[in-house]
Structures are given as C-alpha cells and as structure tokens.
C-alpha cells in the first residue's frame, strides 16, 4: 500500500495572528509585546504610541486585533476606538489602568465598540509564562476571530407599529455579553421614557462593573435605569442585574439567587426562566450578541410559556453565538438590532401572573 502525500498526513499550520499594540509606555509596550510573542501564534506587527499613529496604519498592516490604552497623548483611546469602528471595524481589546471598579471610561470604551476591557494592574508584563498572561494570550487568540461590525444607534420613529405585533406583556428580559453594551444602548435609546412594561437586563462584564455600567447605561436612554435588588417593588423602568448574585423575578418582585451554579453570575438563563414562570404567556425574552449559550435555555423557557421570544440576526451581531443558540432553540424571532426596539414598542403592559 502506498503512503499517503506527506502533505497530506502534516496537519495545517495554525493561523497566526495580528496583533496592533497601541501603548504610549514605552516600557509597558515592551512588556507586552514579549508577553504576547511568548505564543508562536501571535505577531505584532506594530506598537504606536498615539491613537493617530494607529489609525494611520491600520488599513496598511490589517491587523486582526488591536490592544488599545485608554489615556493617550492627543486622541483619547475611546475617541479612537468609536473612529476605528466607524471606518475600519476590527476587534479591540482595551489594556489600560482605567478599567477598574466602577470606571465610566473603560464602559464607555466598550459602547464605543472594544469587545473586552482588561485592568493593567492585573497583568503581570513580567512574568510571561505567568497565569494572567496565560490567559491574556487565551484572549486575544479568541478575540482576533470575532467578527465585528459598526452598530450605529437607531433613532426614535413615531411611525405605529403594525396592529399584528400588539400584544400584552408584564415583563421583559434582555441578555447580552461581548458587544452588549453598545447593542443594549442602540435598543434601549429607542424605547420612549413613557413605556410601561419594566425591562430586566443581564449583562455579562468584568466583576465590579455592575453597578458603574448601571450608571452609565441611565445617561443613554430615556428611560430610567436601576439595580435590580432585592425586595423592590418591580415597575417601569430598565432594571440591572447587579454583580455577585442571579436576579430572579417573582409575581411579589425581585428575588436573589445565589445557589444556582454556571459560567456566568448573574445568568441570562436564571433571569429568563424566572420570567417564564412568573410572567407566562406575558414574558418576553431577548437574546442580543455574545460568546457562548446563555440565555437560550431562559429563551426556550419562555417561548414554551406562549411569550415573546427574540434573538439578534447573525448580520448584526459582534459575536453570534449567545443568538445563535437561541435561535437554535426556538426563538420566535430573529431580528437585526435595528428591528429589536419596534418590537418592543408595540408591546401594551399588563401585570405580572399571580
């Protein structure tokens, strides 16, 4: 018997991937680039030290991933990021010393379009065989693949909303992780302050982020946003899971539950099917962009309950994994993100199932 070609029987070279530092340190710059290089399938094939450098180059060295500090000589990093992701959109995650408890800067980082924020003072430059530098690699090796795309904020139509999509509902839940934030203010910045139905919102983020994202995402919309704690009495307004604890909604208001084990704390899933039970054929679920499953098993919950099930189209979506599985499962809609809010607007709000 013959053998095979031998190139044939040598498996394919892994794909190396592009790495644009943007560092105005040039001694942290340094440390990166080794640490990152440590991992044969990663180059950087260029370190600036202004965001107008790295702009300037980037349609020249296509690089697949860009590492951007947020305090920059000249263009500030979040300026930059909004204007790479307006004209050449490419994944971007932020290193910088502001992504820290509560930091405004590192959310607004992420609604400008980065896909994940990473504190500098937890990484370890070094220590390039070290734990958090493991994981860096991990992560910019994952990241480089996510397709990206520009998702530019829908504005508020007066237009009716066709009779068909009328229908009541006491509870809506929306969960979304890589890319959420920015999707979650397109939508939310199309919902009028005088809607009624109280929307419930999963976001997963970085530990600590919670209640500074909460704040944020409250100077977006219209409507009113807060933390979904426990014992409040459940009304009108965007409410956000707060960090450490799955938010549970009850027929009494919100619950907490810190048992239930997973990937992801607070959970989609968890919200979702608290939703399901409390709310029935008046829970709408919503799954928007994001890596992974969750909130697809919260989705399928509701869709068997007779609610409003919607996950985000593949086209419009940073990462289509989290939609993905929902639609998988069931999902009653797959919509583009442009078409998310009119299909809340049209909704007419009853009370909870008691």
């Given at each position: 018997?013959?053998?095979?070609?031998?190139?044939?029987?040598?498996?394919?070279?892994?794909?190396?991937?592009?790495?644009?530092?943007?560092e105005?340190?040039?001694?942290?710059?340094?440390?990166?680039?080794?640490?990152?290089?440590?991992?044969?399938?990663?180059?950087?094939?260029?370190?600036?030290?202004?965001a107008?450098?790295?702009?300037?180059?980037?349609?020249?060295?296509?690089?697949?991933?860009?590492?951007?500090?947020?305090?920059?000589?000249?263009?500030?990093?979040?300026?930059?990021?909004?204007?790479?992701?307006?004209v050449?959109?490419?994944?971007?995650?932020?290193?910088?010393?502001?992504?820290?408890?509560?930091?405004?800067?590192?959310?607004?980082?992420?609604?400008?379009?980065?896909?994940?924020?990473?504190?500098k003072?937890?990484l370890?430059?070094?220590?390039?065989?070290?734990?958090?530098?493991?994981?860096?690699?991990?992560?910019?090796?994952l990241?480089?693949?996510?397709?990206?795309?520009?998702?530019?904020?829908?504005?508020?139509?007066?237009?009716?909303?066709?009779?068909?999509?009328?229908?009541?509902?006491?509870?809506i839940?929306?969960?979304a992780?890589?890319?959420?934030?920015q999707?979650?203010?397109?939508?939310?910045?199309?919902?009028?302050?005088?809607?009624?139905v109280?929307?419930?919102?999963?976001?997963?983020?970085?530990?600590g982020?919670?209640?500074g994202?909460?704040?944020?995402?409250?100077?977006?919309?219209?409507?009113?946003?807060?933390?979904?704690?426990?014992?409040?009495?459940?009304?009108?307004?965007i409410?956000?899971?707060?960090?450490?604890?799955?938010?549970?909604?009850?027929?009494?208001?919100?619950?907490?539950?810190?048992?239930?084990?997973?990937?992801?704390?607070?959970?989609?899933?968890?919200?979702?099917?608290?939703?399901?039970?409390?709310?029935?054929?008046?829970?709408?679920?919503?799954?928007?962009?994001?890596?992974?499953?969750d909130?697809?098993?919260?989705?399928?919950?509701?869709?068997?309950?007779?609610?409003?099930?919607?996950?985000?189209?593949?086209?419009?979506c940073?990462?289509?994994?989290?939609?993905?599985?929902?639609?998988?499962?069931?999902?009653?809609?797959?919509?583009?993100?442009?078409?998310v809010?009119?299909?809340?607007r049209a909704?007419?709000?009853?009370?909870?199932?008691?």
């Open positions: 018997m013959s053998e095979a070609p031998l190139a044939g029987r040598l498996a394919a070279p892994a794909r190396v991937r592009r790495v644009l530092i943007c105005d340190s040039k001694t942290f710059a340094a440390g990166l680039t080794r640490l990152l290089t440590r991992d044969h399938d990663i180059e950087v094939v260029a370190v600036c030290e202004t107008e450098q790295a702009i300037a180059r980037l349609p020249a060295l296509k690089p697949d991933l860009v590492t951007m500090d947020l305090e920059l000589p000249g263009m500030s990093g979040v300026a930059a990021i909004e204007q790479i992701m307006s050449l959109p490419l994944p971007i995650l932020v290193l910088s010393g502001h992504v820290e408890r509560r930091s405004e800067t590192a959310l607004m980082a992420l609604a400008a379009g980065a896909l994940d924020a990473v504190p003072n937890g370890d430059i070094l220590d390039p065989d070290g734990l958090s530098a493991k994981a860096l690699r991990a992560r910019v090796k990241l480089s693949g996510v397709k990206v795309i520009r998702h530019p904020r829908a504005r508020l139509t007066n237009a009716r909303p066709p009779s068909a999509w009328v229908r009541p509902a006491s509870a839940g929306i969960v992780s890589t890319g959420g934030p999707a979650l203010a397109a939508v939310l910045a199309d919902i009028p302050a005088t809607f009624a109280p929307i419930f919102v999963v976001q997963h983020i970085s530990s982020f919670g209640e994202f909460a704040s944020w995402l409250d100077g977006q919309v219209p409507l009113p946003v807060r933390l979904a704690t426990p014992g409040a009495t459940v009304g009108p307004g409410w956000v899971a707060p960090d450490g604890a799955h938010t549970v909604l009850r027929s009494t208001g919100f619950g907490v539950d810190r048992t239930t084990q997973g990937l992801h704390c607070p959970s989609g899933d968890v919200l979702l099917r608290s939703i399901a039970t409390a709310a029935g054929a008046h829970g709408v679920a919503v799954v928007l962009t994001g890596m992974g499953r909130g697809a098993e919260g989705l399928a919950a509701v869709q068997r309950a007779g609610g409003l099930t919607i996950a985000q189209d593949a086209a419009t940073a990462v289509y994994g989290m939609p993905k599985a929902a639609a998988e499962l069931g999902a009653g809609l797959v919509l583009p993100l442009a078409g809010a009119p299909r809340l909704l007419r709000a009853v009370g909870l199932v008691r």
